[in-house]
């Protein structure tokens, strides 16, 4: 079992939908399988200095079986902050390694490749408008 102490932030305005948002939030990660989550505490928007945004966060341990299961989490949910409570060691074989390595690569590519293609159809709409 791999405990950690994660910290989500939210940035937007108005202050309420930031509010909802950190909610929504954090009914998103209770729904997610392989996870249990406790302790949570959520910290309602502030405003930000020198910006008209708000800014608000979650703190909360969540229970996992499987590392893997952590950097599908953190891609699915970027968190600003993941502290690893306990074990004090991981023991991962090679295959296992590989495993996460492949998965972590493959996201990368995925948001790459989704960025990539952004950037061609922003310059598009540029071209078109100029």
């Known amino acids: 079992?791999?405990?950690?102490?994660?910290?989500?932030?939210?940035v937007g305005s108005p202050q309420e939908h930031v509010d909802k948002t950190l909610q929504l939030l954090l009914d998103k990660i209770k729904e997610r399988?392989?996870?249990?989550?406790?302790?949570?505490?959520?910290?309602?928007?502030?405003?930000?200095e020198k910006s008209s945004l708000f800014?608000?966060?979650?703190?909360y341990d969540i229970e996992i079986e499987q590392v893997n299961t952590l950097v599908d989490f953190c891609f699915d949910f970027m968190p600003s902050s993941i502290?690893?409570?306990?074990p004090d060691n991981l023991?991962?074989?090679a295959s296992d390694i590989s495993s996460l390595f492949n998965e972590l690569m493959a996201?990368?590519?995925?948001?790459?490749?989704?960025?990539?293609?952004l950037?061609?159809?922003?310059?598009?709409?540029?071209?078109?408008y100029e």
């Open 33 to 48: 399988k392989n996870l249990q989550v406790k302790n949570e505490k959520m910290f309602s928007a502030q405003p930000m």
């Open 119 to 128: 950037i061609v159809e922003l310059k598009m709409i540029k071209k078109k």
């Open 91 to 93: 023991k991962m074989n």
């Open 1 to 10: 079992m791999i405990k950690a102490k994660i910290i989500s932030e939210v």
């Open 107 to 117: 996201r990368l590519h995925q948001n790459d490749l989704f960025l990539r293609n």
């Open 83 to 86: 502290e690893i409570i306990e």
């Open 55 to 59: 800014s608000g966060f979650l703190e």
